[in-house]
């Protein structure tokens, strides 16, 4: 098959630069030599500075979800108690691993739409003293609101000092993630969002504290033995078969946006985001987000009333060959996503609005462009 040229906007995978599409074409290597050495230190070290970690960064041949378990079943053990922070729909399925796993998993629900108090998840800590760690998305993707990860960190690690596992798959390398200032223990990411490769790896960085939680933790793993990974490091390794192509095309990706500055990159995401919910305000669309919290990756609209948003996305792809996302769980019908993460001009972004404005027009919806 051949792939459609279109505006790809759901909020991963996101588009590849053709320097990354063109990095990966390349003849395989020994991932058992000197070659392959040389290409995953390189790749370390540059994912330990995108990290803001003096700490490693571990690459595996899994999507998303798998740095996600990975955090899990290298820290924890049966019968921890862990508070669950939720917000939507990754942090539902963040719990739900741990839960699979038979930790005691106590949850602590956001309405859908909101971020996370840190007052909220004080009182759940002083409310129970046995908690041993608390999961937490930094964005959540269902609903485009980004969590005030930093006060939420103070609040997990400064007073309470518990382990802290972040899924960041949709912020790592578009928001300023400070692992090592936020003392954030393991932060869990993948390949297909901000850092422009294609889906099917992930990462995850553990601090120190993450390393002695390791020791203790009991629980069972083998493909995602974060301790393995860091053994097979040592020697220029990974303890399994890798993927070598999207190692390559992951070493370009992180050239170029080390070579922009991680300062401009962060800019970059949050003008394009600032662009695109005052483009769809314009049109008179509200958002689910509010501004103090909506993110710079991914934009949730309402449903504007009496559209059908399946028909408009199926619209907008079929006619326009620009590609956004449904809502999840509880808002599918009532929200719809435009990714703008990675690789995104506000060409791309204008292009999306052109097209919703045709669209929304052509299925019966009043327009009313507000000044
Ligand atoms: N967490 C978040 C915040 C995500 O956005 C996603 C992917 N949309 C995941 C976890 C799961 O990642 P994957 O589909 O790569 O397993």
Not at 259 to 264: T, V
Not at 329 to 335: N, V
Not at 348 to 358: G, K, M, P, S, Y
């Amino acid at each position: 098959m051949k792939a459609p040229q279109q505006n790809l906007r759901t909020p991963g995978p996101t588009p590849c630069p053709d320097e990354v599409l063109d990095g990966m074409s390349q003849q395989m290597i020994n991932h058992r030599g000197p070659e392959f050495r040389q290409l995953i230190d390189g790749l370390t070290d540059k994912l330990s500075r995108i990290y803001m970690t003096s700490g490693k960064v571990y690459i595996l041949t899994a999507s998303g979800t798998g740095a996600l378990e990975a955090a899990v079943v290298n820290t924890l053990s049966p019968d921890d108690k862990v508070l669950a922070v939720s917000i939507g729909y990754f942090g539902d399925r963040f719990a739900d691993i741990a839960r699979i796993y038979r930790t005691n998993v106590t949850k602590l629900e956001f309405e859908w739409g909101t971020p996370a108090d840190p007052e909220v998840i004080r009182k759940a800590l002083q409310d129970d003293p046995g908690i041993k760690a608390v999961l937490v998305t930094h964005n959540e993707t269902s609903t485009g609101i980004t969590n005030d990860l930093e006060s939420i960190a103070k609040v997990v690690k400064g007073e309470f000092g518990k382990l802290l596992l972040v899924d960041a798959v949709s912020s790592l390398g578009c928001v300023p993630l400070n692992t090592d200032q936020w003392q954030c223990d393991v932060v869990s990411t993948a390949s297909q969002k901000g850092l422009m490769v294609p889906p099917g790896l992930s990462f995850a960085s553990v601090s120190d504290r993450g390393w002695e939680a390791y020791k203790e933790s009991t629980m069972p793993r083998y493909y995602l033995d974060l301790g393995s990974a860091h053994r097979y490091l040592d020697r220029g390794q990974n303890p399994f078969t890798p993927n070598v192509a999207l190692l390559y095309g992951l070493d370009v990706a992180l050239d170029m946006m080390l070579d922009e500055g991680m300062e401009s990159v962060y800019q970059r995401h949050h003008e394009i985001a600032d662009f695109t919910r005052a483009g769809v305000q314009k049109l008179g669309l509200t958002l689910l987000a509010d501004d103090a919290h909506a993110s710079d990756t991914v934009t949730a609209i309402n449903n504007p009333e009496g559209v059908d948003c399946g028909a408009l996305v199926e619209m907008m792809r079929t006619e326009h060959s620009v590609v956004l996302a449904a809502g999840q769980g509880p808002l599918q019908g009532k929200i719809f996503r435009i990714g703008h993460m990675g690789l995104v001009t506000r060409e791309d972004i204008q292009e999306v609005l052109n097209a919703l404005e045709t669209s929304l027009t052509k299925l019966g919806y009043q327009l009313v462009p507000s000044n």
